[in-house]
């Protein structure tokens, strides 16, 4: 009897241990963090950028302003959000702020053309230029900045105690957090704007114009769709969802359906940011104020039921 208690208190443990990990490590299993990582999700609330407003957390149907500066990058680790926001030019900070707003507090300015974090339970890992170019990484609390790969880095990638970063020369490359065993995955692609989504690494090709996708372990290459051809495009589930530069709309393709898209929602501009929380699409369009280029919309991931955010 006692035995049988022991195993199913360590089958609880076991649980608990993987859905805690589970939590740290989903709001990197889309393309958030690609496209600018203005939404997010945690403990029953949706946390996004207004652009140019702030932090705003959204939940059971009331809205708090946790910020009032224009964040990227967001990334929920425990209680707090980890952003990023511009200092000047080429310069950006490292700040958190508590779920409830309080506590806001400045990590780490950092100088650096790639304006993208990833944090784990540990460290905050980001691309930078101040000692010749490479990865960085740093504690949570600001304190112990480590240069982990120094090298010319084009786009990375954190998961799994791995970095997955493009190389000067478009290469898709991997190398442990601590700096060790850097590889070459393929020397016959030439990549733009990963995203390290369960197995694979997807990529803009832009010699072929088109989506493709190679295994974590360099093994295997093949073509999503011929169908993406811009760098804007958010991996979640079992779809793509991209831009559609020429015909300015956010499109959508079925994994494995390459002939096959759903027009979602026709934009007013060339460019956009596509992040998906809570089968909810937030994106980028042309603001309804004069003084700002864009602001943040929302539509449902099957084109449906757009649902304005007031500004």
Known sequence: MRKKVRLVVL?????????????VFSQHENGNIANMGLACEAKGAIYYNKYEKGIFSVKNGKE?????????????VGNKIYYITVADFNNVVIKSVDLDGKNL?????????????????????????????????????????????????????????????????????????SGENNRVLSDNISARKIQVIGKWIYYYHPNENA????????????????????????ICGKYVYYFDRENSKIARMKIGKSNQCDDLISLNVSNTK????????YYLDK????????????????????????Y
């Open 105 to 177: 507090t400045n990590i780490a300015t950092i100088y650096t053309s790639i304006s993208k974090i990833f944090v784990d339970k540990k460290f905050i890992f980001y691309a930078t230029n101040e000692t010749g170019k490479g990865i960085a990484k740093i504690d949570l609390n600001g304190e112990n900045e480590q240069i982990v790969l120094t090298e010319n880095v084009q786009d990375f990638w954190v998961k799994q105690n791995k970095i997955y970063f493009v190389n000067q020369s478009n290469q898709i490359c991997k190398v442990d957090v």
């Open 287 to 310: 603001a309804q104020d004069s003084s700002q280029t864009y602001q943040i919309y929302r539509i449902k991931t099957n084109g449906k039921s757009v649902k304005p955010i007031e």
């Open 64 to 76: 708090t302003r946790l910020t009032e500066e224009t964040a990227y990058s967001l990334n929920i």
């Open 211 to 234: 989506l493709f996708r190679l295994k974590n372990d360099g093994k295997k290459n093949e073509l999503v769709s011929t169908l993406i051809h811009h760098e804007t495009y958010n």
């Open 274 to 281: 596509i992040n998906i929380v809570n089968n909810q699409i």
């Open 11 to 23: 089958l609880i443990v076991v649980i608990v241990v993987i859905v805690g990990i589970s939590k």
